[in-house]
Structures are given as structure tokens and as C-alpha cells.
């Protein structure tokens, strides 16, 4: 058996790297996007890969029930929450992640916990990010692949060592890269929602005649 050159296990991954995207084998092609429902071979415009964020900010009459509805919200749109703290009853921060698709709906039922005082929603194109993670996943498994042929073909000692510890390092980094794209897919199917809880506040007397006259002034000093 002819020995195997070492140089031969640096080219596996010169040649993996330098295959251009449009050829490398395409591991995104199940990913999770805005459709869920879209077939495989969708379009171009059809396959954008977008992940939702969204916003809300709620005046409540009690910051703990809020909480706990909140909660059973997200479990009831098949979601969880990611964190949660609170300020002594007075306020709630709670981070939610529901499925994409339902983002509207969830939305729709936490405003109704009480006075919505803010709400935004956001949509940030990924991609192009999908692309490069897709085409880079792809090189390193082919070159990982290749260099476990190449390892079980070692005629010598030496040789095996340098194709096992190129294999290491290929797989380190494949596993990396596999975790972005995980991650990725997650912010894709799970949108997130920064939920804000604020206790309401009631006036007494003092506050309410406070109330009555900076409005009174208001109109006084500003017609329209």
C-alpha cells in the first residue's frame, strides 16, 4: 500500500473551502422560514428566511396575575418563556417565544392583559446569513468526510496522526457551524417578545385635583 502524502489532507480542505457556493450541496433546504408550509422548491422570494421580533408594553392592575397569564399565553400558543423578573409587583419583564406563525395572535392576546402603552414589530431578513452558514456546513462535512476516507487508508503511523488531528480540528469547527445554523433555525421558527408589565397607577384626591388642573392648564396654554 502506497503511503498517503501528507499534503494531500491540507488540499481535502483547500478544495472543500474553495468550491464556490452555487455548487456545494445545499443543507438549508429544510430550514424553518416565515412559511413554514411552503414546499421544497419554493421560489426565490417564497425562500426568504426572515426571524419576527416583537415589542409589547402593558399597564395591568396587578403585575403577578399579569405575570401568570402571561405565561399560560405563551404555553397556549406552544411557546415558553425564556426569562422573567420582576420589581417588587410594580413591574415585569418577561421574554417570550412563540411560533412565528402565531406572533400576531399572541401579540393581540397579551394586549389585552390591560392598556397597551407601546408596541413595535420588527422583521429582519437572514438570508443571506442562511446562504453562507449553508455553503459553509456543506464544505466541512464534505472535507470531514473526505478526511475519514483518507484516515482509514493511512499506510503509516505518521500519517494517520496528521489526517486524525485535521479531522479534530475540521470537526471542531463543523460542530460550530452547525450550532449557528441551529440557532439561527430557532430564531426563525420561535420569535421572540419582549414583554413589559407595568403596575397601574391609581390617583388619590390630592393626585386627582393635581390631575384636573394640569389639564385644565394644558388647554389654557395649548388651543390644539
Do not use: H
Not at 421580533?53 to 405575570?67: D, G, K, L, T
Not at 414589530?121 to 438570508?127: N, P
Not at 456543506?138 to 505518521?158: C, G, M, N, P, W
Not at 470537526?171 to 430557532?186: I, T, V
Amino acid at each position: 500500500m502506497r503511503p498517503l502524502p501528507r499534503a494531500l489532507i491540507g488540499a481535502v480542505m483547500l478544495t472543500a473551502a474553495c468550491t464556490p457556493a452555487a455548487r456545494r450541496p445545499s443543507v438549508l433546504q429544510a430550514i424553518t422560514v416565515s412559511d413554514a408550509s411552503a414546499p421544497i422548491g419554493r421560489t426565490q422570494q417564497q425562500a426568504r428566511v426572515i426571524v419576527r421580533r416583537a415589542s409589547i408594553e402593558v399597564e395591568v392592575e396587578e403585575v403577578p396575575v399579569a405575570v401568570e397569564r402571561a405565561t399560560q399565553l405563551a404555553e397556549r400558543f406552544e411557546g415558553y418563556v425564556g426569562n422573567a423578573t420582576t420589581s417588587e409587583d410594580k413591574s415585569a419583564l418577561l421574554r417570550l417565544r412563540v411560533p412565528s406563525a402565531r406572533l400576531s395572535d399572541a401579540l393581540d392576546s397579551l394586549a389585552a392583559l390591560g392598556k397597551v402603552t407601546g408596541r413595535s414589530l420588527s422583521a429582519d431578513d437572514v438570508t443571506a446569513q442562511s446562504v453562507d452558514l449553508e455553503a459553509r456546513v456543506a464544505s466541512y462535512r464534505a472535507a470531514r468526510d473526505k478526511l475519514q476516507e483518507l484516515l482509514t487508508r493511512a499506510a503509516t503511523v505518521a500519517d494517520a496522526v496528521a489526517a486524525q488531528a485535521e479531522l479534530a480540528r475540521v470537526q471542531a469547527e463543523l460542530d460550530s457551524l452547525e450550532g449557528r445554523l441551529r440557532a439561527l433555525q430557532s430564531s426563525v421558527a420561535l420569535s421572540e417578545i419582549t414583554v413589559t408589565l407595568n403596575r397601574r397607577l391609581v390617583l388619590g384626591p390630592l393626585g386627582l385635583v393635581a390631575s384636573g388642573v394640569a389639564k385644565v392648564l394644558g388647554k389654557l396654554i395649548i388651543w390644539r
